[in-house]
């Protein structure tokens, strides 16, 4: 079955700061991984996909995302951090075969001023 | 665009109480999934709808769980004889699914939080 993990609770950076949140997936065949952010008391908004091509996926907000097929891993990144990008952070893969998406356990991200 | 919709926001009920949820997609997307969400986890799969069918359902979703979007628009999620544990925030996606529009991602709406007193 796809999994995702997402090791740590939560990661915290300095305003300004480059920030990576960590992913890496277990999958049957090519991984179709995404990210999504998520407010309190909202859904979740989606900020980028891997499908296929460069491994360095952009995304929304300045968000991007580096697959890395021998680590087996999708970390997320930010050259320069913001206060308002604290919130909680979703890895989750595609499952193959059927539609539904398989997501990780979230990274709280706060980020101090 | 104006986005997923859910309907209402939060409930309060209960326990053996039934409810009902309701969702309304991003127009024209012809594909609906739910999910649940408990506190300190991520969304967990129940269901999903390609315009009326509903195509896959989750072992989480017992029989007390029904879901319908009869005419391939809005969706509703009812469940009957409430439990403590159905107590969650369950969130509605949709997307535009068909030829050449393939992995498209998932838009959320902002859920309905369940509490089951």
């Known amino acids: 079955a796809q999994s995702v993990a997402q090791p740590e609770d939560q990661v915290n950076v300095a305003e300004g700061n480059p920030l990576t949140v960590k992913c890496t997936y277990s999958v049957s065949g090519n991984p179709y991984l995404f990210w999504y952010v998520q407010y309190p008391n909202r859904g979740l908004q989606f900020l980028l996909k891997y499908i296929t091509g460069d491994n360095l996926v952009k995304g929304s907000y300045g968000f991007e995302a580096e697959f890395n097929k021998s680590q087996t891993s999708f970390h997320l990144k930010k050259p320069s951090a913001l206060v308002s990008d604290s919130a909680l952070y979703f890895c989750?893969?595609?499952?193959?075969?059927?539609?539904?998406?398989?997501f990780g356990t979230g990274t709280r991200l706060l980020v101090s001023p | 665009d104006t986005g997923v919709s859910q309907d209402p926001r939060h409930k309060i009920t209960k326990r053996g109480q039934n409810v009902t949820f309701r969702c309304d997609p991003i127009?024209?997307?012809?594909?609906l999934y739910w999910y649940r969400q408990t506190l300190g986890q991520g969304p967990e799969f129940l269901t999903y709808f390609q315009n009326e069918a509903q195509l896959e359902k989750s072992r989480l979703l017992s029989d007390r769980f029904s879901a319908e979007r009869p005419k391939g628009s809005f969706s509703t999620l009812e469940i009957q004889r409430t439990e403590q544990g159905d107590s969650a925030m369950y969130l509605c996606?949709?997307?535009?699914?068909?030829?050449?529009?393939?992995?498209?991602?998932?838009?959320f709406g902002d859920g309905t939080r369940l509490s089951i007193l």
């Open positions: 989750a893969v595609r499952d193959l075969g059927f539609q539904k998406l398989v």
């Open positions: 996606a949709s997307s535009l699914v068909g030829s050449g529009l393939r992995n498209q991602p998932q838009h």
């Open positions: 127009s024209e997307h012809n594909r």
